[in-house]
């Protein structure tokens, strides 16, 4: 299963990227790209819609990470909103949900960020 | 040496665009096992990691391949992932397999740490210039 990404463009600085099938180190470098991409256009505060995501392996982790760093650097922000229960597993066992922000849905997460 | 009847093997090349189809080999196979659904994407992702890493960096630009077991036994499903590639050191690769530190984030490491977390047991071997196996088992209960 590929990974789609489709964005959503809120403001000037913030895209919602709503993300289905899966993520693994043949398709995340798409997300790795799309996201340095945006940053580079000013576009530094990216929400990760994922309720669609079935699977993200740890290049995919890895990739989540990098964008974080990159936005973060960029006076931005990258959140989570609705990972599934598999995803979320994931981010416990390795600790980046000490560090990835999640939210249940888009609205709560533009509030908060 | 005549196999059991509940061992399969599959040989996959080390590219990323099989790990689709090692992930679907794997959750065909797990759920022989009758695992529940919640274990069998355990089992897939754990069988995942450790051919991803085969795919990353045993062979380095060569190609090779990945050679994935299953023993389905009464009480256990047992995985070999094996390569023969260039080997590692498996105590220093331990040692980082640990969780990320939030003032710290990296964006790598985390295979190892993955698969200790979900199967029952992980094993590993590896020889330099030889290759590498990582055995895991997933208890039924």
Partial sequence: ?113 | MMRDQNFIQLKFPNLPEYCDVIRLATSGIARKAKFSEEVVEDIKMAVAEASLNVIRHAYGNKRGEVVLSFSLKPKELEILVEDKGKGFDVDLALDKSVKMNPKTPRESGFGLLIMRSIMDIVEITSDIDKGSRIRMVKKIS
């Fill in chain 1, 1 to 113: 299963m590929e990974l789609k990404i489709e964005p959503k463009t809120v403001d000037e600085k913030t895209v919602i990227l709503k993300l289905s099938g899966e993520m693994d180190i043949y398709s995340a470098p798409k997300l790795k790209e799309q996201a340095a991409d945006l940053i580079k256009e000013g576009k530094s505060r990216l929400l990760l819609e994922m309720t669609e995501l079935k699977y993200i392996d740890s290049s995919g982790l890895g990739v989540l990470v990098a964008a974080m760093t990159r936005a973060k650097e960029n006076g931005g922000v990258l959140c989570l909103i609705s990972p599934t229960r598999p995803v979320c597993r994931l981010l416990e066992i390795i600790g980046l949900d000490q560090i990835l922000k999640c939210y249940p849905n888009v609205e709560d997460a533009i509030k908060a960020i």
